[in-house]
């Protein structure tokens, strides 16, 4: 059975700081996502990572992928109180098309 | 262009009593989720159809859930009789078929049991 694990689960970081957040899961995948939810709303799509080294960038948050480490990064620069919010990362098995997420990764980012 | 609608947000009811979600995917989305997310939680698969097959639906609590996707487009998740432990948000996501395509996630209905 897959399992995905985020960490941290909760962050607590000062504006214009630097931090990442790391996903692992446990068995083969060539897709993984990123997605970020507000308190009391759906989840929106961030990054779709396909590939081993893939690296994506929006703004301030950079994702990328590790598989055969099974590890993908969300890394924030210069952090901005707009950036609060839980993130998850979510993984599809190479062998199934089931959607698994990991815990999630609350973040705050305080002035 | 309309996101993944979610009917209704949110939902009151009393234990042992039957609740029903509606969820209409993207136009085009041939795929359809049905999530159940607790507090602080991921979300966790109940069921997948592709067009209106049920291709994985082994997580579904099939003695008091029920789900059925009809003519292959909107969707509804039943549960009966509800239990406390059910209080929970239920997303509803679509996507295309294949390889590498997102889900995109309706606004979730919040179920409360009392």
């Known amino acids: 059975e897959l399992k995905v694990e985020q960490n941290p689960l909760f962050l607590s970081m000062q504006e214009g700081k630097n931090y990442t957040i790391y996903c692992n899961y446990s068995t083969t995948s060539d897709r993984l996502y990123w997605y970020r939810q507000d308190p009391g709303k759906s989840l929106e799509s961030l990054f779709v990572l396909l590939s081993n080294g893939a690296v994506k960038q929006e703004g301030r948050l950079m994702a990328s992928l590790d598989t055969k480490a099974r590890l993908s990064t969300l890394h924030i620069t210069a952090a901005v109180h707009d950036l609060s919010a839980t993130y998850f990362c979510a993984v599809v098995e190479t062998s199934g098309s089931r959607l698994t997420f990991g815990e999630g990764t609350q973040l705050t980012v305080n002035p | 262009e309309a996101g993944v609608v979610q009917s209704p947000r949110y939902k009151i009811i009393e234990k042992k009593q039957p609740v029903a979600f509606w969820c209409n995917p993207i136009s085009g989305h041939n795929t359809l989720y049905w999530y159940l997310q607790n507090l602080g939680q991921g979300p966790e698969l109940l069921i997948r159809y592709e067009n209106e097959e049920a291709v994985d639906d082994s997580q579904l609590p099939k003695d008091r859930f029920s789900a059925e996707r009809l003519k292959g487009v909107d969707s509804t998740l039943k549960i009966q009789p509800a239990e406390l432990g059910d209080s929970a948000v239920y997303l509803c996501?679509?996507?295309?078929?294949?390889?590498?395509?997102?889900?995109?996630f309706g606004q979730g209905t919040r179920l409360t049991v009392v």
């Open positions: 996501a679509s996507s295309f078929t294949g390889e590498g395509t997102e889900a995109f």
